[in-house]
């Protein structure tokens, strides 16, 4: 089991920046990767960006060289900053962890970009 805590979000105007963060607790030992994913009203889930325990990173096209996704090992915490924000980037933002073929999520943190 694993549970996951983000954080972060909020309102913010076109073109700022926002930091979220996502704080795994329990089975975490065996935990190879997280991700952020993200679903917009109306839209699917979609994967924003991934990194691996070793500090290996990948993003959705839509957003490389706006966000990065960094990780802090010893705090089980997963960061994704956030800039050059766009109307576009609103949506709930979700942690994402895969143990033994089971998919965890948070709760969520939204998002809104005001243009």
């Known amino acids: 089991q694993v549970q996951l805590v983000e954080s972060g979000g909020g309102l913010v105007q076109a073109g700022g920046s926002l930091r979220l963060s996502c704080v795994a607790s329990?089975?975490?030992?065996?935990?190879?990767?997280m991700a952020w994913y993200r679903q917009a009203p109306g839209k699917q889930r979609e994967l924003v960006a991934g990194?691996?325990?070793?500090?290996?990173?990948n993003y959705v096209d839509s957003v490389k060289g706006r966000f990065t996704i960094s990780g802090d090992n010893a705090k089980n915490t997963v960061y994704l900053q956030l800039n050059r924000l766009t109307p576009e980037d609103t949506a709930v933002y979700y942690c994402?962890?895969?143990?033994?073929?089971?998919?965890?999520w948070g709760k969520g943190t939204l998002v809104t970009v005001s243009s």
């Open positions: 994402n962890v895969v143990l033994r073929g089971v998919n965890y």
């Open positions: 329990g089975s975490i030992f065996s935990i190879n990767g």
């Open positions: 990194i691996t325990r070793s500090g290996n990173s």
